[in-house]
Structures are given as structure tokens and as C-alpha cells.
């Protein structure tokens, strides 16, 4: 019996192996890049939020921040598109990729950074929802999935592919609701971390933290935003690599190549 090539479980399965072939070396590469833009955008919305009303008086300052936000920005789609690439090289070759994952096709980053400024854009713009972010994450989920399939240059090329695949729709939302489980577990271990390192030092150093006991609780919404970026990059590789699968995966079924694919594992199974 042949498992069903989309469904959530086995995607998530092969996700999880995929991760480990890939290596924690290129997952490095994508949580490095990703680092600067979350915490540029908790600083980013925090100066906004403290400014209020006052914010346009401080137009100059704002778009200096904002432009490094950006730049953050294009460097973490960098990050994301070399970890992509790594997973779909160790998933195609059944091994821990080498230097070539280095070697991302230019027309491919750049329709992923179209569609993923797209992504953002429409993240933003709808944040006030509560279903546009949701939509805003299965799109960006599928710009980073379609990346290296993108082959031609043009701006409805990376469209095209992101609505061919966005029919397996079930599994992008079954997607989310677990990435966004994942990421709420992520930031309490983070948050247990901090507390439990801060517990040894009072326990074992003798070190008078109090206020380390204030900037390291829930009462510090700054600590708590930091928490929650750290939260989301731990999770990042997953997300990037189970898209990269989705896709793939989709692929495979709709050529044929999926029956090829568990023929020849077969073979090679009783060949042993």
C-alpha cells in the first residue's frame, strides 16, 4: 500500500528526516539571517508604539530603522532560499548536500523575493484580521516551496505556480495550526531557559538579579516580544523545509514520479 503523497502526517514525517539530512549547519544559515529581522521588528514596532500620535514627528528616525528592517528583510529571504535549497537537495539525493547549495538560481531568488515581499505586504496590510495574516502565512509557506521552480523570469510566472499550488490547501492550514502549536512550545521552552538559567545563578553564584528577576519576566512585554521572535526562527527551518516537501511532493503525484520513486525504494529494499 502506497501512503497517500499529500497528506499532512506523512508530509510532516518526511519533513522531520529531511531536516536531519540537511544538516543543522545550512539551518544555521536561515536562523542567522532571520535573527536581525525579527528582533529589527520588535525594536521597528516598539519605537512606533512608544512614539503614538507623536510618530510623525519623527519621520527621519523612523525610515532609518525602517530601511534596516528592510535590508534585514532581504537577507533573511536570502537565508531562506539557501536552507530551501538544501532541503530539496538532501531530499532528492537521499544525503547531506555539499557546497552547491550555495549556487541558488538567480531568476529563482529573485521570484522569491517578489513573491515573498508580496506575502509580507498582504501580512501587514491585514494584520487587523484575523484571516489575512493566516493567508498571508499560507502564501509565503508557498513562495518559499515553489522557489526553485521558478525558472523563467517575469512577474506572473511565481504567481502561476503559488495558485497551481495552493489546491492542497487542507494541508497548508493543517500546517499552520501545527507551526503555530510548535511555535507557542518553542517560546516556553525559551522563556523556561531563561528562568532556569536565572534560577542557577541565584542558586549556585550568589548573584543579586533583581533586576534581572524584572527584565526576564512576563511583566517585560520587550523580553516577552524577543521571546516570541526567538520562538518563531527556532521553528523556521521546519516550516521552510515541510513547504519544500508539500511541494515536491505535489509534484511528484501529479507526473507519476511518485510511483517510480516507491517502485525503485522497493527494489533496492529486497535487493538487500
Known amino acids: 500500500m502506497i501512503r497517500a503523497p499529500l497528506s499532512t502526517t506523512s508530509?510532516?514525517?518526511?519533513?522531520?528526516?529531511?531536516?536531519?539530512?540537511?544538516?543543522?549547519?545550512?539551518?544555521?544559515?536561515?536562523?542567522a539571517t532571520s535573527l536581525p529581522y525579527r528582533f529589527l521588528q520588535v525594536f521597528f514596532l516598539e519605537r512606533v508604539m512608544e512614539l503614538g500620535e507623536n510618530a510623525t514627528h519623527f519621520g527621519r528616525a523612523l525610515t532609518q530603522i525602517a530601511t534596516?528592517?528592510?535590508?534585514?528583510?532581504l537577507v533573511s529571504r536570502w537565508g531562506r532560499a539557501i536552507w530551501a535549497r538544501a532541503c530539496r537537495l538532501a531530499e532528492e539525493q537521499e544525503s547531506a548536500p555539499g557546497r552547491e547549495v550555495?549556487?541558488?538560481?538567480?531568476?529563482?531568488l529573485l521570484s522569491?523575493?517578489?513573491?515573498?515581499?508580496?506575502?509580507?505586504?498582504?501580512?501587514?496590510?491585514?494584520?487587523i484580521t484575523i484571516i489575512g495574516p493566516l493567508l498571508a502565512a499560507a502564501i509565503s509557506g508557498l513562495a518559499i516551496g515553489t522557489c526553485e521552480l521558478n525558472t523563467?523570469?517575469?512577474?506572473?510566472?511565481?504567481?502561476?505556480?503559488?495558485?497551481?499550488?495552493?489546491?492542497?490547501?487542507?494541508?497548508?492550514?493543517?500546517?499552520?495550526?501545527v507551526f503555530v502549536v510548535a511555535v507557542m512550545i518553542a517560546f516556553i521552552n525559551i522563556t523556561v531557559a531563561f528562568?532556569?538559567?536565572?534560577?542557577?545563578?541565584?542558586?549556585?553564584?550568589?548573584?543579586?538579579?533583581?533586576?534581572?528577576?524584572?527584565?526576564?519576566?512576563?511583566?517585560?512585554?520587550?523580553?516577552?516580544?524577543?521571546?516570541?521572535?526567538?520562538?518563531?526562527?527556532?521553528?523556521?527551518?521546519?516550516?521552510i523545509a515541510a513547504h519544500v516537501v508539500l511541494v515536491r511532493?505535489?509534484?511528484?503525484a501529479e507526473t507519476g514520479e511518485d510511483l517510480r520513486i516507491w517502485f525503485r525504494r522497493l527494489q533496492e529494499k529486497w535487493a538487500r
Open 112 to 127: 522569491y523575493l517578489f513573491t515573498a515581499s508580496l506575502a509580507e505586504l498582504l501580512y501587514y496590510s491585514t494584520a
Open 195 to 239: 528562568a532556569a538559567g536565572e534560577w542557577l545563578a541565584h542558586a549556585f553564584a550568589g548573584l543579586n538579579l533583581a533586576r534581572w528577576d524584572l527584565l526576564l519576566s512576563f511583566r517585560n512585554k520587550h523580553f516577552v516580544r524577543l521571546a516570541m521572535a526567538g520562538a518563531i526562527v527556532a521553528v523556521e527551518p521546519f516550516w
Open 11 to 31: 508530509v510532516l514525517d518526511e519533513t522531520t528526516e529531511v531536516v536531519a539530512r540537511a544538516g543543522a549547519g545550512w539551518a544555521a544559515v536561515v536562523a
Open 68 to 73: 534596516l528592517v528592510v535590508i534585514a528583510f
Open 249 to 252: 511532493r505535489a509534484g511528484v
Open 102 to 108: 550555495w549556487s541558488v538560481p538567480p531568476v529563482a
Open 152 to 177: 523563467k523570469p517575469g512577474v506572473t510566472p511565481p504567481l502561476r505556480l503559488i495558485a497551481r499550488h495552493a489546491r492542497a490547501s487542507k494541508q497548508l492550514f493543517a500546517f499552520l495550526f
